[in-house]
């Protein structure tokens, strides 16, 4: 599935789950007068009973028809794979495919790396050079850093655990072990 794909799952998944069109949530937020995200995310959430991923995207989805910048690039992931980190694109491209196949989850772009979600943040995907992508991963504080499970504290003290991908080979059963367990905690 590709991301255009997923966020209108996502956007249907909301609208059936709320009973509301996205012209329902826009004009709720409109009525609110708020304008930053994380007021119109907290809004959404205490006062409609939207779950965090659902106000997050309602709201986005709201700042984006009224700032819609056809420059801006529709994959979040294309703006961290421009330039000398492009070859890395088919392989990061593979990784999501290897993650997407676990389920529903949300990517928020972050500087530098993308942040996925479920109700809480379980990986994130970051290219650091250009022959590696890291992979942030927050699993149960008593699964031991080994071989390629490597500790994060070093790397980003929001993750447990990290891995370093350099090739399609490193995309194997182990690794989807370790990426289903970070989605499983995060559901």
């Given at each position: 599935?590709?991301?255009?794909?997923?966020?209108?799952?996502?956007?249907?998944?909301?609208?059936?789950?709320?009973?509301?069109?996205?012209?329902?949530?826009?004009?709720?937020?409109?009525?609110?007068?708020?304008?930053?995200?994380?007021?119109v995310?907290?809004?959404?959430?205490?006062?409609?009973?939207?779950?965090?991923?659902?106000?997050?995207?309602?709201?986005?989805?709201?700042?984006?028809?009224?700032?819609?910048?056809?420059?801006?690039?529709?994959?979040?992931?294309?703006?961290?794979?421009?330039g000398?980190?492009?070859?890395?694109?088919?392989?990061h491209?593979?990784?999501?495919?290897?993650?997407?196949?676990?389920?529903?989850?949300?990517?928020?772009?972050?500087?530098?790396?993308?942040?996925?979600?479920?109700?809480?943040?379980?990986?994130?995907?970051?290219?650091?050079?250009?022959?590696?992508?890291?992979?942030?991963?927050?699993?149960?504080?008593?699964?031991?850093?080994?071989?390629?499970?490597?500790?994060a504290?070093?790397?980003?003290?929001?993750?447990?655990?990290?891995?370093?991908?350099?090739?399609?080979?490193?995309?194997?059963g182990?690794?989807?072990?370790?990426?289903?367990?970070a989605?499983?905690?995060?559901?």
């Open positions: 599935m590709d991301v255009d794909a997923a966020l209108q799952s996502q956007i249907r998944n909301i609208e059936t789950t709320y009973g509301k069109p996205l012209d329902h949530w826009f004009a709720v937020i409109d009525a609110s007068g708020l304008t930053k995200h994380n007021q995310v907290a809004m959404l959430k205490s006062d409609h009973g939207l779950a965090h991923g659902a106000a997050h995207r309602v709201s986005l989805l709201a700042r984006q028809r009224d700032h819609a910048d056809p420059a801006a690039p529709s994959d979040p992931a294309d703006a961290l794979y421009a000398p980190k492009a070859r890395l694109r088919p392989l491209d593979a990784l999501l495919g290897e993650i997407r196949a676990l389920g529903a989850f949300d990517i928020a772009p972050k500087k530098g790396y993308l942040s996925l979600r479920r109700r809480k943040q379980f990986a994130m995907v970051q290219p650091s050079t250009t022959s590696r992508i890291d992979l942030g991963l927050i699993l149960p504080t008593t699964t031991p850093a080994a071989g390629r499970l490597e500790s504290a070093r790397f980003n003290p929001l993750f447990t655990h990290r891995v370093r991908i350099t090739a399609a080979t490193d995309l194997d182990e690794l989807r072990g370790w990426l289903a367990t989605y499983a905690l995060a559901g």
